[in-house]
């Protein structure tokens, strides 16, 4: 089955600048499914101010309000350019296939807020 066809997820975590030797793991901070029929959704942390530093709150707010206007226009070019961030406050932790099969995506879906 050609890659447009399958059902992904990609996962952003939050990685705030970290101190030298500070080794914090990201936080789930936003999850987007791209579905079998090419829909495109995106679920953000129920609590996001809580998570975000406040003086990269507004930052991160921006990117994911972009995200939803290129979410509608391009799904799929969103989709790929969000698996491939690796630096900055947000960046991909998790992508995959099937994310009906996936227990955390499950759980991101359930407690996460569809926007």
Wanted: a negative charge; charged letters at 20%.
């Amino acid at each position: 089955m050609p890659p447009e066809f399958r059902a992904r997820f990609c996962i952003l975590g939050y990685a705030p600048s970290l101190e030298p030797g500070s080794s914090t793991a990201p936080i789930a901070v936003l999850l987007i499914t791209v579905g079998l029929e090419g829909s495109t959704s995106l679920f953000v942390h129920p609590s996001l101010s809580d998570v975000i530093k406040p003086a990269q709150l507004g930052f991160v707010e921006s990117l994911i309000h972009d995200f939803i206007g290129r979410a509608q226009e391009d799904g799929d070019d969103l989709f790929r350019q969000l698996c491939s961030l690796a630096s900055g406050p947000l960046v991909a932790i998790a992508t995959g296939d099937d994310p009906d099969e996936n227990s955390t995506v499950l759980e991101l879906q359930r407690t996460f807020v569809k926007l």
